[in-house]
C-alpha cells in the first residue's frame, strides 16, 4: 500500500500552496497547520534546508465521524500534504493516503474507519488529481 499520492505542479512555493489549499478546499478539507520546515530548521539548528512545508488539512465530518468511532484516531490526524521545491518553477505535493492511516495497526478492523478513510482517500485522490 502507497503512503501518499504525489503530484508535481508548476509555480512557485506560495503558488502551489495556494492551489493545494483551493484544490482541499473543493473537497471539504481546510488547512489547520502549516509547518515551514526550512525556517523551522535554519531557526532550531542554523541548517538550511530547501524550501518545505507541511500542511495539516482536515475535513471536520469525517474527522468528527473517526474520532467520534475511536477517540485514539486522532493520533493519525490531520492529513499531512507536504509542498517543497523541486526545482526552479516546480514543487512536488505529496497527499497522505487516509485509507492507509486509517488502516496503521488495529485501526483497519473498524468498520467506521475503514469507511472514513476510504472516503476521505478519494477526496484527497480528487484533489491531487485537480492539480495534475
Known sequence: MNMSTD??????????????????????????????VDTTLKAKIG????????????????????????????????????????????CLVRFIDPHAMMSFGDLGQDETLTRVGGEAGEKIKKAAAALG
Open 47 to 90: 541548517e538550511d534546508f530547501r524550501p518545505y512545508v507541511i500542511l495539516g488539512a482536515c475535513n471536520p465530518k469525517l474527522a468528527h465521524q473517526a474520532l467520534s468511532a475511536r477517540p485514539d484516531v486522532g493520533l493519525m490526524l490531520p492529513c499531512n500534504v507536504t509542498v517543497e521545491q523541486n526545482v526552479e518553477g516546480e
Open 7 to 36: 503530484v508535481t505542479v508548476k509555480g512557485g512555493m506560495d503558488d502551489v500552496i495556494e492551489k493545494v489549499t483551493n484544490a482541499l478546499k473543493d473537497q471539504g478539507f481546510g488547512i489547520l497547520t502549516r509547518i515551514d
